[in-house]
């Protein structure tokens, strides 16, 4: 949505208000269109008013934790998700996002649990399998990851991430072909997503298929020229291909890339250091 209508949307919001200041619901929705503004003074604000007015409101404490969450100040966001949680013991999509905190503070054990409560709460939430599953394949418990991505996928069939996820598995289970096949169902459903092709390349490198490796990483490369893995790997194709020149130019171009990258990741850890930088990471959708 662009900014103008969100403007638009919350101009309504501040009109109805106007009427009925007391519409807890109102307030909701037009925090909601101010988190996509960025405005998180202002969101804090409207959500801090709903649970002032309402202190039984779920959706209010849950927004404030997910507003904190957005922002790396983890222990406020648990504070406020399991006060939720306290209001509403069901609420999976709290126990889902302490998950997703726990996972973001590299405690895998705790991440594991909560979104296991979350399953519990709602046996179809297809997002806290694909979650749980990731936690549990990035410390190598395969089989159970597996389960989990199995779940999410035959609940639901079009979301993307959950076939790529499920890809990556098979890929560290030296399961290639059914890796190729998951990652091309995800870039069926995500045309666009970079990742995916250059996720279905390394396993066509890996299975001596170059030509349609060299393919992925084209594809790659134009929706994302600025990945220095792609140019890598793609370096890696074209040396197999005896293109020995286009293999030295991707070599000194991943090199030149990646330097740079380490150069811009010092620079932004200074920056967060000295708490100036706000995280853009792409979270757990806000409560309407």
């Known amino acids: ?11 309504i919001y501040n009109n109805m208000l106007k009427s009925n200041p007391n519409d807890i619901d ?7 269109y101010k988190f996509y503004l960025k405005d998180y003074d202002g969101v804090l604000n409207d959500y801090q008013t709903v649970v002032h007015k309402n202190p039984h409101s779920v959706k ?41 905190v726990y996972a973001e503070k590299d405690n895998p054990r705790s991440a594991t649990e909560y979104f296991s ?13 694909n979650n749980r599953g990731r936690v549990r394949s990035d410390h190598k418990q395969y089989s159970d990851a597996l389960k ?25 289970t030296r399961d290639y072909l059914g890796s190729i096949i998951d990652f091309s169902k995800a870039i069926e459903l995500d045309p666009n997503t970079a990742i995916n092709y250059f996720n279905r390349g390394v396993v066509l490198y890996l299975t001596e298929s170059y030509n349609k490796a ?4 084209n594809i790659c490369l134009n929706l994302n020229p ?5 140019y890598y790997y793609r370096g890696l194709v074209r040396f197999r291909l005896m293109d020995y020149q286009g293999s030295t130019g991707d070599m000194v171009t991943a090199y030149e890339k990646n330097m740079i990258r380490r150069e811009y990741a010092k620079i932004e850890s200074q920056t967060i250091n ?15």
């Open 117 to 129: 409560r979350a399953i519990s709460a709602n046996p179809k939430m297809t997002i806290a399998y």
């Open 60 to 100: 209010g404490y849950f927004n404030i934790g997910r507003l904190y969450h957005d922002q790396k100040e983890y222990t406020k966001a648990l504070d406020y998700y399991k006060k939720a949680i306290e209001i509403n013991p069901m609420c999976a999509e709290a126990y889902c996002n302490i998950g997703i």
């Open 26 to 32: 109102t307030l909701n929705k037009r925090g909601v």
């Open 1 to 11: 949505m662009k900014n103008e209508g969100i403007k638009d949307q919350i101009d």
């Open 148 to 172: 989990d991505l199995n779940t999410a996928i035959k609940l639901d069939k079009t979301v993307g991430y959950y076939w790529a996820n499920r890809g990556l598995i098979k890929k560290a």
């Open 214 to 217: 060299l393919e992925d990483f």
């Open 274 to 288: 000295e708490g100036n930088l706000f995280s853009n990471k792409k979270q757990p959708r806000i409560a309407n």
């Open 226 to 230: 600025e990945s220095s893995d792609a």
